[in-house]
Antibody, heavy 125, light 111 residues
Framework: QVQLQESGPGLVKPSETLSLTCTVSGDSLSLYYWGWIRQPPGKELEWIGYIYYTGSTYYNPSLKSRVTISVDTSKNQFSLKLISVTAADTAVYYC???????????????????WGQGTLVTVSS | QSVLTQPPSASGTPGQRVTISCSGSSSNIGSSAVNWYQQFPGTAPKLLIFTNDQRPSGVPDRFSGSKSGTSASLAISGLQSDDEADYYCASWDDSLNGFYVFGTGTKVTVL
């Protein structure tokens, strides 16, 4: 059974870089997308981006200039870096395994399953 | 700010049927499949419905999804107290080189 676990600092100072790692157990990184999603306290979910095991990346246009997602297949990990953070980046950050399927009509279906338990990152001085 | 709109809340008594709507546009729901996630307070979201109407293993058949045009719906039949949670729709949006978008979320309350 695949499990994901986020790790990284819980407190980051404004203007600095937020760095998180997701360790995957019970599955290989191959053939899947691996994503990051965040949720500010009391608010809705926001997709940050994801990476295919080959290294291809896809980012939320609103965060693209500040985000980098990378993968280390040798460690079965993938990572998130978000630069120049502000208080608005305070959120629970989740990592998740992404799948891409196609319907019989040819439409794309992207979805995330399973998810890590999430880690709260607070941006404050 | 999400481009998929859901009602902020929905409620019902035990045993009732509750339906949650998700309204989008031609660049997201109109051209890609819809997925639904269930989230209990303080926990990670869990995939509930994928590819419009498919249930992952272990999800009761009380939960069903549908899609028509640029809108989608999640129905919960035989509502139970354990169903009290937040529900989010999600889809891929083809604009701006493509991105994944979640709905605004609906809090389901069992009265």
């Amino acid at each position: 059974q695949v499990q994901l676990q986020e790790s990284g600092p819980g407190l980051v100072k404004p203007s600095e870089t937020l760095s998180l790692t997701c360790t995957v157990s019970g599955d290989s990184l191959s053939l899947y997308y691996w994503g990051w999603i965040r949720q500010p306290p009391g608010k809705e979910l926001e997709w940050i981006g994801y990476i295919y095991y080959t290294g291809s990346t896809y980012y939320n246009p609103s965060l693209k200039s500040r985000v980098t997602i990378s993968v280390d297949t040798s460690k079965n990990q993938f990572s998130l870096k978000l630069i120049s953070v502000t208080a608005a980046d305070t959120a629970v950050y989740y990592c998740a395994r992404g799948k891409l399927r196609y319907t019989t009509s040819g439409s794309r279906s992207h979805y995330f399953d399973p998810w890590g338990q999430g880690t709260l990152v607070t941006v404050s001085s | 700010q999400s481009v998929l709109t859901q009602p902020p809340s929905a409620s019902g008594t035990p045993g009732q049927r509750v339906t949650i709507s998700c309204s989008g546009s031609s660049s997201n729901i109109g051209s890609s499949a819809v997925n639904w996630y269930q989230q209990f307070p303080g926990t990670a979201p869990k995939l509930l419905i994928f590819t419009n109407d498919q249930r992952p293993s272990g999800v009761p058949d009380r939960f069903s999804g549908s899609k028509s045009g640029t809108s989608a719906s999640l129905a919960i039949s035989g509502l139970q107290s354990d169903d009290e949670a937040d529900y989010y729709c999600a889809s891929w949006d083809d604009s701006l080189n493509g991105f994944y978008v979640f709905g605004t979320g609906t809090k389901v309350t069992v009265l």
